[in-house]
């Protein structure tokens, strides 16, 4: 009796803790497909802000490169293009990519079942550094956090010294809602494995500018709305200006109205010119004479004065 009471007893605790673990389990496992991860098109003014005080905004973004401003350090930032990541100075550090084993367009997008894997040299302090890296696709998941529900990809960085013992990963659980890991796993060096969660974020959308903000580059394209990003004062001087994206309106031409036959009718004048008749060529024209003028003589005029005064 005894060993019956003792095998129940073990069952139900067997059975407790598997509910337990079932009830415990942060994530849910989806399918994984062959389908691209691809980078995301990040926008300027998104942040980010996480359960450690870690927090990211964009501070400025080009066609192939986005800067990123740290929250909680503003003299901070790195840079990215899709996943690989360019330049970046700490406090303490400058760092500076000068070469890798890929072309530049390589972390534009990740695959399932295909890892990239890439040597990248830089410069750290004026020191060469060289990295074997990789970034793989492990799966999908959906996880909770205090921002939300996510469907995620799991996506993991490696990278290890080839001139000492130094490695490091980052396991992202990245949300393309997101744009952005909505959890990470991380260790580098000899630290501690870490992680952090998001806790809010603020997707920063596209702004339509008036016809009376257009730059002039819009307007010599002809462009009428202009969609533009700008960059944040302070940006690090690695960012540059972004290529504006613009919308063309033409003109729609409407066809000329039909001609109309109008009747046009001159107005008699108010005073008519007089009419002159002229003569036949056959008639003789009588040309007046003009009457001879009779001019008394000075005599004569004296002569009319004594007769006038013998009166």
Not at 37 to 53: L, N
Not at 83 to 108: C, E, H, M, N, W
Not at 154 to 169: E, P, Q, Y
Not at 173 to 188: A, D, F, H, N
């Amino acid at each position: 009796m005894r060993i019956v009471r003792f095998v129940l007893t073990a069952c139900l605790m067997i059975f407790g803790a598997c509910a337990s673990f079932a009830a415990a389990a942060p994530s849910e496992t989806l399918g994984l497909d062959s389908a691209p991860v691809a980078a995301p098109q990040w926008r300027v003014g998104s942040t980010w802000e996480y359960s450690d005080g870690y927090g990211l905004r964009v501070a400025s973004a080009t066609e192939n490169t986005t800067v990123f401003q740290r929250l909680d350090a503003p003299d901070q930032w790195f840079s990215m293009r899709g996943f690989l990541r360019q330049d970046a100075a700490s406090a303490t550090t400058k760092r500076q990519t000068i070469y890798r084993t890929v072309p530049p367009t390589a972390g534009d997008g990740l695959v399932a079942g295909t890892p990239l894997t890439f040597q990248r040299e830089y410069l750290s302090n004026n020191q060469l550094v060289i990295h074997a890296s990789s970034w793989t696709v492990e799966g999908r998941q959906r996880i909770t956090v205090p921002a939300g529900t996510f469907d995620c990809w799991v996506i993991v960085w490696r990278a290890r010294s080839l001139k000492s013992n130094w490695t490091g990963f980052e396991r992202w659980w990245y949300s393309p809602e997101v744009q952005q890991y909505v959890r990470l796993e991380y260790k580098y060096g000899a630290g501690a494995t870490a992680s952090r969660v998001l806790m809010r974020y603020h997707p920063a959308e596209l702004r339509e500018m008036s016809p009376a903000s257009v730059a002039p580059t819009a307007a010599k394209s002809g462009s009428s709305t202009e969609y533009n990003q700008d960059v944040v004062p302070g940006t690090p001087a690695a960012s540059a200006m972004r290529l504006i994206a613009t919308r063309t309106a033409t003109p729609v031409m409407l066809p000329p109205p039909p001609l109309t036959e109008m009747a046009i009718t001159e107005p008699e004048p108010e005073n008519p010119p007089v009419q002159i008749t002229t003569a036949s060529a056959d008639q003789p024209v009588a040309i007046p004479v003009p009457k001879p003028k009779i001019i008394a003589s000075t005599q004569t005029k004296a002569k009319r004065r004594r007769t006038n005064k013998g009166k």
